[in-house]
């Protein structure tokens, strides 16, 4: 039997405020505070709704190692999250999914060569993305680095 989802104003909202933003990847508190005014105000409701949402892949949900809490991010109905791997910008914190043949080949090789099998939905690389890059090397005249 499968569970009937409520299209409820709150789960709405918490959509249209993903939807709004959605290479920004953000945690439950700061939905929270985002959807209903304060981090503790329906703060239940959201994770069970974030939870029902990543089910359904319409967003992703990250763990965040070094803050240790999960991340969550829109990324809609037809992305399939798990088949590439996502980049994320030091600087501007812009979000991307890499959806290309990069991200399998690379996950392939590292389990022919190495016997390592990669989550590639979980998979960030953590880098400058070409705007804030171009940026940087306008402002060291044209000496940026990788």
Not at 12 to 20: F, I, T, V
């Given at each position: 039997?499968t569970?009937k989802?409520?299209?409820?104003?709150g789960?709405?909202?918490?959509?249209s405020?993903?939807?709004?933003h959605?290479?920004?990847?953000?945690?439950?508190e700061?939905?929270?505070?985002?959807v209903?005014?304060?981090?503790e105000?329906?703060?239940?409701?959201?994770y069970?709704?974030?939870?029902?949402?990543?089910?359904?892949?319409a967003v992703?949900r990250?763990?965040?190692?070094?803050?240790g809490?999960?991340?969550?991010?829109?990324?809609?109905?037809?992305?399939d999250?798990?088949?590439?791997?996502?980049?994320?910008?030091?600087?501007?914190?812009?979000?991307e999914h890499?959806?290309?043949?990069?991200?399998?080949?690379?996950?392939?090789?590292?389990?022919?060569?190495?016997?390592?099998?990669?989550?590639?939905?979980?998979?960030m690389?953590?880098?400058?993305c070409?705007?804030?890059?171009?940026?940087?090397?306008?402002e060291?005249?044209?000496q940026?680095h990788?």
């Amino acid at each position: 039997m499968t569970k009937k989802r409520y299209h409820t104003k709150g789960r709405e909202a918490l959509l249209s405020y993903l939807r709004e933003h959605p290479d920004c990847q953000f945690s439950a508190e700061e939905l929270c505070l985002a959807v209903n005014g304060e981090a503790e105000k329906g703060k239940s409701t959201v994770y069970r709704q974030l939870n029902q949402l990543s089910e359904t892949y319409a967003v992703r949900r990250f763990r965040d190692e070094e803050a240790g809490r999960n991340l969550y991010q829109y990324v809609g109905e037809g992305c399939d999250c798990r088949l590439h791997f996502h980049e994320k910008c030091l600087q501007c914190g812009r979000i991307e999914h890499l959806d290309c043949q990069g991200s399998a080949a690379f996950a392939a090789h590292l389990r022919a060569e190495h016997g390592f099998v990669i989550d590639c939905g979980q998979t960030m690389l953590y880098g400058l993305c070409a705007e804030c890059y171009a940026t940087a090397e306008r402002e060291r005249g044209g000496q940026a680095h990788a």
